[in-house]
């Protein structure tokens, strides 16, 4: 038996003090609400982040319903191969591209049969590759009727490239899911 701990008083379970939700999972929870409330649902491609798009979104209660799944084509071969990226833009352009963002963000929505299609490419570092500096990314969401994607020049180590990456791929689609509500 587990004696108890005098030293600290007992708190029922559910009011113990939570820490406030970051950026990250409210816009998670923002993007998961969206979704559901319109029947609509999301799949996500990724490159630099790795699946930490997909993890902030299937963290949120509900999730099932409005995620259809990921995809990580981290290699440059595999956007062609598993997105439907064309290899002549890869040749041409590299993979961190916007083009490429917006093919990767149409082909996930395509070959996961979802409403929405996310993506990310970029370079998380450390260092530059691909001819472009650390913290070069972009980010696209495809739509039912349009496209939209957003260049950053972020900064910090390649964690801190990461995460943010993550906060502006879901507010790009929070922002899009509202746009296609008004």
Do not use: N
Not at 33 to 56: C, D, F, I, P, Q
Not at 67 to 89: F, H, M, N, Q, S
């Amino acid at each position: 038996m587990i004696a108890p701990d005098s030293a600290r008083p007992a708190v029922p379970i559910g009011q113990a003090d939570l820490p406030e939700p970051t950026e990250t999972e409210q816009l998670a929870r923002q993007a998961i609400e969206l979704l559901t409330a319109s029947g609509r649902t999301v799949a996500v491609a990724e490159s630099l982040t790795g699946g930490l798009v997909t993890g902030a979104l299937t963290t949120i209660a509900g999730a099932s319903l409005a995620v259809r799944g990921g995809i990580v084509a981290y290699a440059t071969e595999l956007k062609g191969a598993l997105l439907g990226v064309p290899a002549d833009l890869l040749a041409r352009q590299g993979p961190v591209d916007p083009e490429v963002a917006a093919a990767m963000a149409e082909g996930v929505r395509e070959r996961l049969g979802a409403t929405y299609g996310l993506a990310t490419t970029g370079v998380a570092g450390p260092g530059p590759a691909d001819g472009k500096p650390q913290g070069t990314v972009f980010v696209a969401v495809a739509g039912p009727a349009d496209m939209s994607y957003r260049g950053l020049e972020l900064t910090g180590d390649r964690q801190e490239v990461r995460e943010q990456t993550v906060e502006w791929a879901l507010s790009l689609l929070v922002s899009a899911l509202r746009e296609d509500a008004s």
